[in-house]
């Protein structure tokens, strides 16, 4: 069991599916390190970039790859358009009310889709999703490559964009010192929802990466959301660089445990490393002290 | 006084109605009431939100069945020791938490830690019954803690109701509930005044994870069969925390007012939509943001304003 | 979130508006049909169409409602003059408490009986709620024992339960294996980790050592299940002769695609169960991964003439033929049979009537109907395997379409 044969391969394939979750976690921990809200409808907003993509690849025959360019600034806009105008005005500052306001937003994604697609589970069959890099004695499913290497690419941009435009300053301004920020003259409201934007955009991409290899029902994006929590904090929350190295790193830490302790067991390994985070080093083991 | 008044009103019901339906909707509502009443002892008057309240309702739910199922212990015996060990596990989660000063949003997500490791936990070890889950072996006799008619069990579960409603009451009128009630406006202030915050938090914690534990004892004795997801997924977390935040969070009453509403927007959306799967809840989840977004006080806030509203007229009438 | 707060039944709303409607209207025009033909009987059709489960759910109900139609339509039940029957639809949300909840409301609906759950936990709950009422309960699929052992006189399972689902899964693999001269001797069991997959694979583990086979790994993993590489690299480094799986339908296919991408082809793989091993979605989706699989499931008869109309029937709706669909379409005639003999929407005589049914009008590979304690002895799981584009039974023999391809040929 400890040979290179199987350990090779599952450490690549948890840091190609650690890549995925990094990114889903992306959207979350920006959300969280701006607004400081934890986001119920992340999940959710995924099923519905996955259902999006489903139905371009279904009815206008667009690969989920070419679907991303579409889709990734459609979902920004749907998150800049429900952070201003339904969870904010709704919240009225109040973190209670956010959560409460995400959750029912959540429940009524889920169920709209339930409603109008049934609980069918949908996959897409491409020509190249069956097709294989081979590394030593590993098979590397070619979508699964192509989603690595997107997902550095994301993460690059975005860490760009934070650090060197205006927006990206302002974004960062307002996490740290909201009131100062504004008193700046920076809108934080549109701040705010620009944050949500660039969240729900992540999610838009991680669905086309996700849909070659995976299965989309009106529950499917659930499956990531306690992964991307857990990924969130461990990188420290509202650090890009932090979800990255803390996605792969759950991937592999994943993949090594489903494959010594058992898959259902596997999953403890997770938590349990949460929950020792949270105990010893709340601000993440890849994030700045605070 | 009220408490005694609610509870005695509601205590008529299956006198007035022989409906099951009426009454198994009833005691759904009333035990969603008792494990909000728990979370909102912890959340409402200490200000720490928990996303993980399955963590307690599980284990209650689960340690009544398996001491019944596995070591024969008499079911109300076992209802006891369930509350018991909600409790005890609320102390070592609240103490671990406390100690390393967890709160807000780091708080939320180890309780919701804690409820995921015990699903996962619960779904692979045997005495849990692994994934096939627990079943109770039907008993129709009272010493059993099982009746044929629903009556007996909707009075219990009221009973339950009322002595959450009289404790909440009266720690809220306490040094305890004073200081609880400090630690979550300010913390820190709590402190420099010589408040021991996380025994204060500590013990609310473990009164809160007993009531939530004592609704999934219930639920066992109810429903007679769980499983790992019904006793620790995270359905019972958002319920518990729903139902505070809608009827009004850190108020005695909030939990039960807000348990009724949340249900009974349920029925409306699936009276209004017909037979098509989802869109109840679709409806059902529009009203929550609306609800927010219009009485962001919840639905006690809503009755605090009507009264200034009122006084401020009876006011102008008298002037 | 898959649970939500229960509540009262819209169906029964409407349902007793239209039916105010249609009286008032009956009374005012034709008052003498209302005599010749009796009153309608409610029959309870209780699934989890919203949630988890519901496309499970959704699918059975429309067996049951085509059964429904069908009854009513070739003149309802005769020995009650013709009387219809009406479906008063439950949804029980994927959860127990939500099935115990509908069974309340049909109760109070004065249904005279229920067909449906699903799951096994939505029928041990509700099963257990129709006693209370002495209300006869037709399991549809859930196949835990513990449902018809518990002694409740009101609970009938036409289907098969795990242990004869077990039992016959190891005969038919040990004649197969024995007919490829014993090509097989390892394997490995893969298994989702929630009632039916780790009873099963428990059953499995004591029986199949018994009977010659060596048990290399059994691998339980929850529902859901993101990836399926590590398991499929397991797979790889101890190369069983077979691979057992026994899961939903989201995870087998997963299962099933990684193995195709892994370039792993064990001789054969033959699933318990599988959630998608003997699906036409499957089948028609990808066609590779599913070449040659072998099933031992709930599988209608192929050549009983009605369950193929069935099937055209369905498929005409652009549906696809599960076995939720012809399961609940045959309890539904089995109930319909029993109040037919009952004469009868009573509750007791109708619980008397199924104890005594001889039913063989479904559309099952069964034997004769006879029901002990409330489970179908003739009830059995068939064998099918996945061969070009179509899925053929290739066990028990008097009902096969196809003879067993093992081991799988190279591609």
């Given at each position: 069991m400890w040979s290179p044969v199987i350990l090779v391969p599952a450490i690549l394939n948890g840091l190609m599916t650690g890549a995925v979750y990094a990114l889903i976690a992306l959207g979350l921990t920006l959300i969280y390190g701006v607004l400081h809200i934890i986001n119920f409808a992340h999940g959710a907003l995924l099923t519905a970039a996955m259902f999006a993509a489903f139905f371009a690849h279904q009815w206008?025959?667009?690969?989920p790859y070419l679907a991303a360019v579409g889709l990734t600034p459609l979902f920004f806009l749907l998150g800049y358009g429900l952070q201003r105008f339904v969870i904010g005005p709704a919240a009225h500052g109040e973190d209670r009310n956010i959560l409460l306001v995400t959750l029912g937003l959540a429940v009524v994604t889920e169920n709209a889709l339930l409603y109008v697609f049934r609980a069918d589970t949908r996959t897409i069959n491409l020509p190249y999703a069956f097709d294989t890099i081979e590394i030593g004695t590993a098979f590397l499913a070619v979508p699964r490559v192509i989603a690595f290497a997107v997902v550095i690419a994301v993460a690059l941009a975005l860490w760009l964009i934070m650090r060197f435009t205006d927006t990206g300053k302002a974004i960062r301004a307002v996490a740290k010192e909201k009131f100062g920020a504004e008193l700046c003259g920076i809108d934080v409201a549109h701040i705010y929802a620009v944050t949500f934007g660039l969240g729900t955009a992540c999610l838009a991409i991680a669905a086309c990466l996700l849909l070659p290899t995976y299965y989309v029902n009106?529950?499917?994006?659930?499956?990531f959301v306690l992964i991307a929590f857990t990924i969130v904090v461990l990188g420290g929350m509202g650090s890009v660089s932090g979800a990255l190295a803390g996605g792969l790193f759950v991937g592999v830490v994943e993949s090594l445990s489903g494959l010594y302790l058992g898959e259902s067991l596997g999953q403890i390994g997770i938590f349990v490393m949460f929950i020792l985070v949270l105990l010893f080093r709340p601000s993440g083991l890849f994030g700045e002290r605070t | 006084m009220p408490i005694l008044a609610v509870v005695g009103l509601l205590a008529a019901v299956p006198l007035i109605t022989s409906s099951n339906v009426t009454l198994n909707f009833m005691v759904m509502a009333l035990l969603i009431a008792l494990v909000g009443q728990g979370w909102n002892l912890l959340?409402?008057?200490?200000?720490q939100y928990s996303f993980g309240h399955a963590a307690f309702f599980g284990t209650g739910a689960y340690v009544t069945a398996i001491l019944q199922m596995?070591?024969?212990?008499?079911a109300w015996l076992g209802f006891v020791i369930g509350v018991a060990a909600g409790a005890l596990f609320g102390a070592i989660t609240g103490l671990l938490s406390f100690r390393s000063g967890l709160k807000g949003s780091y708080f939320a997500l180890i309780t919701l830690a804690f409820a995921e490791v015990l699903r996962i936990v619960a779904s692979v070890?045997?005495?849990?019954?692994?994934?096939?889950g627990t079943l109770v072996i039907l008993d129709l006799r009272p010493e059993a803690f099982q009746?044929?008619?629903?009556a007996p069990f909707y009075w219990i579960i009221l009973a339950l109701v009322g002595v959450s409603l009289v404790l909440t009451r009266m720690i809220e009128h306490s040094r305890f509930g004073a200081y609880l009630v400090a630690v979550r406006e300010n913390e820190d202030a709590a402190r420099a005044l010589g408040v021991d915050a996380t025994m204060i938090k500590l013990g609310a914690m473990t009164v809160s994870a007993a009531m939530t534990a004592a609704g999934g004892c219930f639920y066992t004795q109810y429903f007679l069969f769980i499983d790992a997801n019904i006793a620790y997924g995270p359905w019972i977390s958002i319920e518990a925390l729903l139902a505070p935040i809608i009827g009004?969070?850190?108020?005695?009453?909030g939990p039960l007012l807000g348990a009724l509403l949340v249900k009974t927007l349920g029925e409306l959306a699936k009276l209004v939509t017909g037979?098509?799967?989802g869109l109840d809840l679709v409806i059902y989840g529009g009203v929550l943001v609306a609800v927010v977004a219009f009485a962001p006080r919840g639905m006690a806030g809503i009755f605090v304003d009507l009264r200034r509203l009122l006084r401020k007229a009876q006011e102008r009438g008298d002037g | 979130m898959s649970r939500r707060p229960s509540a009262v039944s819209r169906r029964r709303f409407l349902q007793s508006t239209a039916l105010g409607a249609a009286a008032a209207a009956g009374v005012l025009h034709a008052p003498a049909v209302l005599r010749a033909q009796g009153p309608a009987i409610k029959v309870g059709v209780l699934?989890?169409?919203?949630?988890?489960?519901s496309y499970s759910g959704q699918q059975g109900r429309m067996g049951a409602q085509l059964a429904i139609d069908e009854i009513n339509a070739a003149g309802g039940i005769k020995s009650m003059s013709g009387a219809k029957i009406e479906a008063v639809l439950g949804d029980a949300q994927s959860t127990p408490d939500g099935g115990n909840a509908e069974v309340e409301k049909m109760n109070g609906a004065g249904v005279a009986a229920i067909v449906g759950g699903y799951a096994s936990g939505i029928c041990l709950a509700a099963s257990q709620t129709a006693a209370r009422y002495d209300l006869p309960y037709i399991v549809?699929?859930?196949?835990?024992?513990?449902i018809v052992s518990r002694?409740?006189?009101n609970t009938f399972r036409f289907g098969p339960g795990f242990g004869v689902i077990a039992k016959t899964a190891i005969d038919s693999l040990v004649t197969i294996n024995e007919q490829a001269s014993?090509?097989?001797?390892t394997l490995m069991i893969v298994h989702e980790d929630s009632a039916f997959g780790s009873g099963l694979a428990k059953l499995l583990n004591t029986q199949l050592p018994e009977r010659g086979?060596?048990?290399l790994e059994t691998i339980p993993h929850p529902?859901?299940?993101?990836?399926f590489n590590n398991v499929v690299l397991k797979i790889k480094a101890q190369n069983p002769d077979l691979v057992i799986p026994a899961n939903y339908y989201n995870e087998y296919v997963l299962l099933a695609r990684t193995m195709q991408q892994q370039k792993v082809r064990p001789k054969g793989i033959y699933s318990v169960?599988?959630?998608?091993?003997?699906?036409y979605k499957f089948v028609k989706e990808f066609p590779e991964a599913a070449q040659f699989i072998m099933d031992c499931n709930h599988w209608?008869?192929?050549?009983?003439p009605k369950a193929l109309a069935l099937k055209k029937q369905i498929e005409a709706k652009g549906e696809f033929y599960t076995y939720e669909v012809y399961m609940n379409y045959s309890c539904v005639l089995l109930l319909a049979d029993a109040i037919e003999r009952a004469a009868s929407a009573d509750r007791a005589k109708i619980i008397a009537a199924l104890e005594s049914s001889t039913f063989?009008?479904?559309?099952?590979?069964?034997?004769?109907t006879k029901f002990v304690n409330g489970q179908n002895q003739g009830a059995a799981p068939a064998n099918t395997q996945v061969i070009g584009n179509d899925i053929q039974v290739i066990f028990p023999a008097a009902f096969a379409s196809a003879k067993p391809v093992f081991p799988m040929p190279p591609v």
């Open positions: 206008l025959g667009i690969d009106p529950t499917a994006g659930n499956a | 959340g409402g008057f200490g200000g596995r070591y024969g212990v008499n070890t045997p005495i849990t019954g692994a994934g096939v009746f044929q008619s629903r009004g969070i850190g108020t005695v009453f037979g098509a799967p | 699934h989890p169409v919203s949630g988890a489960l549809d699929v859930g196949v835990v024992d513990s002694g409740l006189k014993k090509a097989a001797k086979f060596q048990v529902t859901p299940t993101r990836d169960l599988g959630g998608a091993a003997s699906s209608f008869d192929p050549k009983n063989a009008g479904h559309v099952m590979p069964y034997g004769p």
